[in-house]
């Protein structure tokens, strides 16, 4: 993705928190990186995460100030889809939602070039399903980041039955070149990791409602006994009770198996508006 004069420019659409931090790390590689929000104030959130993350490096001494220096001037923010006509490579991370992405798919066609990539962020729709939603259908892929982005080394490039093989290897190379260690992925719902982390999520949630253990026991056990970093409760409040309830359902829809039914009482605790970390209670509380 890049020349022996300058980089590339990437654009990153979404800049909440898997988009803020793909921003950081593409620009952080040397990338111009033009990252776009729908709304001023979101893209100031996300801008500022990325300023915080990079300052609390430089306080901790994980991150030199020529880095943090070199990675914002390398960042500029839009909320003008237009600004991305020069992207030579657009990642997609904003919602969820298939309708939002045609919509975004859409909009962002007629300002790009011909040759432009487009990739998806997603972590379980059908990337067959949203290319054949853009008139580039063999320049569209899935680039799977973990969260948090700047430290997380894994990414699932997934390719679409019409990815081509040069979009494929662009594509590939390009999440090698931000440092990552890439993997190829299927196009099946919850790529690799997910496939096979939400149905130990979702039995270890069985297991709980059925007397296992009490949460702490549980985690602990799983750190100990099997050398996890951290226990699945623990897990589920950091990747979030809702995403974690909305993978399920779309690996249930498409496969019918008992293993990737969401558990009651999941679906119970997103209703209830406890997601985890980020609404300050999931299985435990924060602060």
Do not use: W
Not at 177 to 195: C, H, M, Q, W, Y
Request: some cysteine; glycine content about 10%; proline content about 5%.
């Amino acid at each position: 993705m890049t020349n022996n004069q300058r980089p590339a420019t990437i654009g990153i659409l979404g800049c909440g928190l898997m988009g803020a931090g793909i921003a950081q790390v593409s620009a952080a590689a040397g990338y111009k990186t033009i990252v776009r929000e729908v709304d001023q104030g979101f893209l100031e959130k996300g801008l500022g995460r990325i300023r915080k993350f990079l300052d609390d490096g430089v306080a901790k001494g994980k991150v030199t100030s020529e880095a943090r220096e070199t990675t914002l001037g390398n960042l500029s923010g839009t909320t003008d889809v237009a600004a991305m006509k020069e992207c030579a490579l657009i990642v997609e991370a904003i919602i969820e939602n298939v309708d939002e992405k045609r919509r975004t798919y859409a909009a962002l066609e007629p300002v790009i070039s011909e040759r432009t990539i487009i990739v998806s962020n997603t972590s379980s729709l059908c990337i067959t399903e949203l290319a054949a939603s853009t008139k580039r259908p063999d320049r569209f892929a899935g680039l799977h980041f973990f969260n948090p982005v700047p430290l997380m080394k894994l990414v699932e490039v997934i390719r679409a039955l019409t990815t081509t093989d040069d979009t494929y290897q662009r594509v590939f190379a390009f999440a090698s070149s931000l440092g990552k260690e890439p993997i190829t992925a299927p196009d099946r719902p919850g790529f690799i990791v997910n496939r096979l982390l939400v149905p130990y999520l979702l039995d270890a949630i069985r297991a709980y409602e059925n007397g296992l253990g009490t949460l702490e026991d549980i985690d602990k056990g799983m750190k100990l006994g099997c050398g996890y970093p951290m226990g699945p409760f623990t897990l589920l409040d950091f990747v979030g009770l809702d995403t974690t309830y909305f993978i399920a359902n779309i690996m249930f829809d498409e496969f019918r198996e008992p293993a990737y039914a969401p558990p009651p009482l999941l679906k119970r605790m997103v209703l209830a508006g406890r997601l985890g970390r980020k609404s300050g209670q999931g299985f435990y509380k924060y602060a």
